[in-house]
């Protein structure tokens, strides 16, 4: 089936630092999510963007947060600075139609800020 | 509010055995509702989902869920399970407004 691919697969910083977590969508996909999830806890939803904006976001994307897809190519979670309480896979969906629509996930990415 | 519980964080059964997952929802639209399984260091993978039509649907791998409006349940079913059937399974609500609402997930094992 579709596949989401995100690069890093892991990913250890400072706090303090910036990253930029990367994902590659399905290539005909229109809507584009991030999830965050703490070992053994509840996935939770970030963001959701669509046509070059943020159309919805939840109360965990502080403002350190950022994302962008530039040109089409990778949609990028941007956190800048980093804090100890940002440790956690953060996952990349995207899907064709709005969310209601069947969600492809990525296989995650393992931030592990120090 | 949206909510998703899922009242069972683990789940043990024999390889072979039936199986129910339980998840209630809190949501007073219609809601677009699905479960999704992760297995270990991977992404959510989609098992199946419901809005409208036959309250049972079918998945892939032999899975299925009842849509229940009185109860406000969506349970996920499989008549008998395989070792590989192992792992977090996630209920999902999706409002109308696109708000995503995960349940805390139920961790499966299965015994051979």
């Known amino acids: 089936g579709p596949k989401v691919l995100q690069i890093p697969s892991h990913q250890i910083i400072d706090m303090g630092q910036m990253v930029t977590l990367n994902c590659d969508p399905v290539?005909?996909?229109?809507?584009f999510y991030w999830y965050k999830q703490i070992l053994g806890q509840q996935m939770e939803f970030l963001v959701n963007?669509?046509?070059?904006?943020?159309?919805?976001k939840s109360k965990l994307f502080k403002d350190q947060f950022s994302v962008e897809r530039p040109d089409g190519s990778y949609f990028t979670l941007k956190i800048q600075p980093t804090a100890l309480e940002d440790s956690a896979v953060y996952f990349c969906?995207?899907?064709?139609?709005?969310?209601?629509?069947?969600?492809?996930f990525g296989p995650g990415t393992r931030l592990l800020v120090l | 509010a949206q909510s998703v519980t899922q009242p069972d964080a683990r789940v043990t059964v024999s390889e072979g055995a039936s199986l129910q997952l339980r998840c209630k929802y809190s949501?007073?639209?219609?809601?677009?509702l699905f479960w999704y399984v992760q297995y270990p260091r991977q992404g959510l993978q989609l098992l199946l989902k419901?809005?409208?039509?036959?309250?049972v649907v079918q998945g892939v791998n032999g899975f299925e869920a009842e849509f229940s409006k009185s109860n406000s349940s969506f349970h996920l079913r499989k008549a008998s399970v395989h070792w590989s059937d192992s792992a977090v399974y996630f209920c999902?609500?999706?409002?109308?407004?696109?708000?995503?609402?995960f349940g805390t997930g139920t961790r499966l094992q299965v015994l051979p």
């Open positions: 290539s005909n996909h229109l809507y």
């Open positions: 949501y007073s639209g219609t809601p677009y």
């Open positions: 963007f669509y046509n070059g904006k943020v159309m919805e």
């Open positions: 969906a995207s899907s064709f139609g709005r969310a209601q629509d069947t969600q492809y």
């Open positions: 999902v609500l999706i409002s109308n407004t696109n708000k995503v609402v």
């Open positions: 419901y809005y409208s039509g036959d309250p």
